[in-house]
Nanobody, 125 residues
Protein backbone atom coordinates (compact mmCIF):
# COMPACT_ATOMS: atom_id res chain seq x y z
CA UNK A 1 0.00 0.00 0.00
CA UNK A 2 1.33 3.40 -0.94
CA UNK A 3 2.35 5.57 1.96
CA UNK A 4 3.43 9.16 2.40
CA UNK A 5 6.18 9.23 5.01
CA UNK A 6 6.79 12.51 6.82
CA UNK A 7 9.67 13.61 8.99
CA UNK A 8 11.12 16.76 10.50
CA UNK A 9 8.53 17.85 13.04
CA UNK A 10 9.40 18.75 16.60
CA UNK A 11 9.59 21.45 19.23
CA UNK A 12 11.03 24.82 18.32
CA UNK A 13 11.12 28.23 19.95
CA UNK A 14 9.24 31.17 18.47
CA UNK A 15 11.27 32.68 15.67
CA UNK A 16 12.95 29.37 14.94
CA UNK A 17 12.92 27.19 11.84
CA UNK A 18 11.99 23.65 10.90
CA UNK A 19 12.08 21.71 7.66
CA UNK A 20 9.47 19.05 7.00
CA UNK A 21 10.08 16.29 4.48
CA UNK A 22 7.71 13.84 2.84
CA UNK A 23 8.46 10.97 0.50
CA UNK A 24 6.18 8.46 -1.16
CA UNK A 25 6.90 4.80 -0.48
CA UNK A 26 6.69 4.14 -4.22
CA UNK A 27 6.12 6.06 -7.41
CA UNK A 28 2.48 7.14 -7.72
CA UNK A 29 1.49 7.44 -11.36
CA UNK A 30 -0.82 10.28 -12.07
CA UNK A 31 0.42 12.38 -9.16
CA UNK A 32 -0.03 16.01 -10.06
CA UNK A 33 0.34 17.95 -6.82
CA UNK A 34 1.73 17.59 -3.33
CA UNK A 35 1.04 19.77 -0.36
CA UNK A 36 0.96 20.31 3.36
CA UNK A 37 -2.24 20.58 5.36
CA UNK A 38 -2.20 21.34 9.08
CA UNK A 39 -4.69 20.97 11.88
CA UNK A 40 -4.47 22.43 15.37
CA UNK A 41 -6.68 21.14 18.21
CA UNK A 42 -10.15 22.62 17.93
CA UNK A 43 -9.43 24.12 14.52
CA UNK A 44 -10.41 23.15 11.01
CA UNK A 45 -7.81 21.76 8.65
CA UNK A 46 -5.89 24.42 6.78
CA UNK A 47 -4.04 24.04 3.50
CA UNK A 48 -0.66 25.61 4.17
CA UNK A 49 1.04 25.19 0.79
CA UNK A 50 0.99 23.09 -2.33
CA UNK A 51 3.12 22.59 -5.41
CA UNK A 52 2.03 21.13 -8.73
CA UNK A 53 4.05 19.00 -11.10
CA UNK A 54 4.15 22.00 -13.41
CA UNK A 55 5.72 24.13 -10.71
CA UNK A 56 2.73 26.22 -9.70
CA UNK A 57 2.75 27.06 -6.00
CA UNK A 58 0.10 28.18 -3.56
CA UNK A 59 0.62 29.50 -0.02
CA UNK A 60 -1.98 30.29 2.58
CA UNK A 61 -1.83 33.89 3.75
CA UNK A 62 -0.54 32.63 7.09
CA UNK A 63 2.45 31.04 5.35
CA UNK A 64 3.41 33.69 2.82
CA UNK A 65 6.87 35.13 3.37
CA UNK A 66 7.77 32.57 6.03
CA UNK A 67 7.28 29.10 4.49
CA UNK A 68 8.78 27.66 1.33
CA UNK A 69 7.49 24.54 -0.40
CA UNK A 70 9.62 22.60 -2.86
CA UNK A 71 9.50 19.24 -4.55
CA UNK A 72 11.71 16.84 -6.43
CA UNK A 73 11.71 13.46 -8.14
CA UNK A 74 8.59 14.26 -10.12
CA UNK A 75 6.06 14.33 -7.30
CA UNK A 76 7.75 11.72 -5.13
CA UNK A 77 9.15 14.09 -2.53
CA UNK A 78 8.04 17.40 -1.06
CA UNK A 79 9.55 19.71 1.53
CA UNK A 80 8.26 22.55 3.65
CA UNK A 81 10.81 24.96 5.05
CA UNK A 82 9.30 26.99 7.85
CA UNK A 83 11.01 30.12 9.16
CA UNK A 84 10.02 32.73 11.72
CA UNK A 85 7.75 30.21 13.38
CA UNK A 86 4.99 31.46 15.66
CA UNK A 87 3.06 29.72 18.44
CA UNK A 88 0.00 29.78 16.17
CA UNK A 89 1.86 27.52 13.73
CA UNK A 90 1.58 24.73 16.29
CA UNK A 91 -0.36 21.89 14.66
CA UNK A 92 -0.13 18.44 13.17
CA UNK A 93 1.18 18.81 9.63
CA UNK A 94 0.02 16.31 7.03
CA UNK A 95 1.68 15.64 3.70
CA UNK A 96 -0.83 15.25 0.89
CA UNK A 97 -0.84 14.13 -2.73
CA UNK A 98 -3.40 14.72 -5.48
CA UNK A 99 -4.09 12.84 -8.69
CA UNK A 100 -5.44 14.03 -12.00
CA UNK A 101 -5.73 17.42 -13.56
CA UNK A 102 -5.19 20.42 -11.31
CA UNK A 103 -7.12 23.52 -12.24
CA UNK A 104 -7.14 26.70 -10.25
CA UNK A 105 -5.33 26.95 -6.94
CA UNK A 106 -5.92 26.27 -4.13
CA UNK A 107 -7.61 22.88 -4.32
CA UNK A 108 -10.15 21.51 -1.88
CA UNK A 109 -9.53 18.86 0.75
CA UNK A 110 -11.50 16.35 -1.29
CA UNK A 111 -8.88 16.43 -4.07
CA UNK A 112 -6.17 14.94 -1.89
CA UNK A 113 -6.01 11.24 -2.72
CA UNK A 114 -3.26 10.35 -0.27
CA UNK A 115 -2.42 11.62 3.23
CA UNK A 116 0.58 11.06 5.44
CA UNK A 117 0.28 10.06 9.08
CA UNK A 118 1.05 13.58 10.27
CA UNK A 119 3.98 15.11 12.11
CA UNK A 120 3.63 17.34 15.15
CA UNK A 121 5.08 20.84 15.05
CA UNK A 122 5.10 22.69 18.36
CA UNK A 123 6.25 26.29 18.63
CA UNK A 124 6.75 27.26 22.23
CA UNK A 125 9.26 28.89 24.53
Amino acid sequence: QVQLVESGGGLVQPGGSLKLSCATSERIFGATAMGWVRQAPGNERELVALITGGGRIFYADSAKGRFTISGENRMNTVYLEMDSLKPEDTAVYYCTLALGRIGGLPISDSRWAYWGQGTQVTVSS
